[in-house]
Structures are given as C-alpha cells and as structure tokens.
C-alpha cells in the first residue's frame, strides 16, 4: 500500500531555471522561450519586452490606479444610463457644457450675418479670374439655398468647354 517515493527530480518552480532551457535541444516546446530563453545574435543586448512597458515611467502607482479606477467608473456610468433608456425608464442627461441658452442663441445669429457678409465678399473676389491659361473670363456664379444654408456653384466660361 505504501510505497517508498521514486528517485530524481519531479520538477516544481525552485528547480526551474531558464538558463537550462536555452541549453535544452527542445526549448521551442516552452511557452515563453522566445523571451526569457532568448538565442541568437539579434536578440543580444535589446529589449525584447519593449511593448509590455509603460511610457509613463514618472507617474506614480497610485494616480494610474485612481485614472483607471475613474475611467472604468464612467463607463460603468454610461452603460447603466445606456440601459435604463434601451429599458424604456426615464433618464436623465447630463450636459457637460458651460454655455448658456442665451450665449448659444447670440451665436447663431451671430452666425448667420457674418455667414452672409462672407458670401457677398467672396462673390466680389470670384468674378475675374487672371493667370496662365486664362483670358479674363468672368465666371458665372449660382447661389442656391439648400436648408437654410446657402452654396456656390462656379461654372465655366463657354468658351473653354
């Protein structure tokens, strides 16, 4: 029933080296091998785990934890908001903005006077086109409103079709 234990080695992690499986003829059948039992000239002297490391060697442990704590938070936070509205419950949206309805109104009316004064000046500038090539042509210029906001369309001289 009881048996005395066979002989040798049976492995475990204190017995483990890495520095023997360089060495071992059949080092491709360990994961990892091409890290840490790294072979051959092109691996000499680089960081084979250069990909691994952060770039933000100056910050410290714990304002990465609380940014990613804060992030994981936020998401967590949308996708409840998410799916209390996929459910049908009222929800309530946050806006994220400091503008007032006042200063928003003011600018869009804003908009749209300058929005004019810029068309009627680059009318002006579109009538005569000078250079190589060209012959003083005045250009046709169609001024269509499309949705409330208004396009040019330049159309060629009939001389050059």
């Known amino acids: 029933m009881f048996h005395p234990t066979r002989g040798g080695t049976r492995g ?4 483990f080296k890495w520095e023997d499986v360089k060495e071992d003829k059949h080092r491709e059948n360990y994961l990892g091998n091409s890290l840490h039992a790294a072979v051959g000239r092109w691996q000499k002297g680089r960081d084979i785990t250069w990909y691994a490391k ?3 060697k ?5 304002v990465i934890q609380s940014n990613k704590k804060a992030e994981i ?3 967590k936070d949308a996708e409840a908001e ?3 509205e996929a459910l049908g419950y009222k929800t309530k949206r946050r806006t994220e903005t400091t503008v007032t309805e006042k200063e928003l109104k003011t600018a869009i009316n804003k908009g749209d006077s300058n929005a004019q004064e810029e068309i009627d000046e680059k009318l002006k500038e579109s009538e005569k086109i000078e250079g190589l090539g060209f012959r003083g042509c005045i250009l046709k210029v169609q001024q269509t409103v499309v949705l409330g906001a208004s396009r040019q369309k330049q159309m060629r001289c009939p001389s050059y079709h």
């Open 54 to 56: 952060t770039g933000d």
């Open 82 to 84: 998410a799916m209390a």
């Open 12 to 15: 475990g992690q204190d017995q």
């Open 73 to 75: 938070q936020s998401i």
């Open 58 to 62: 100056d910050k410290d442990l714990a």
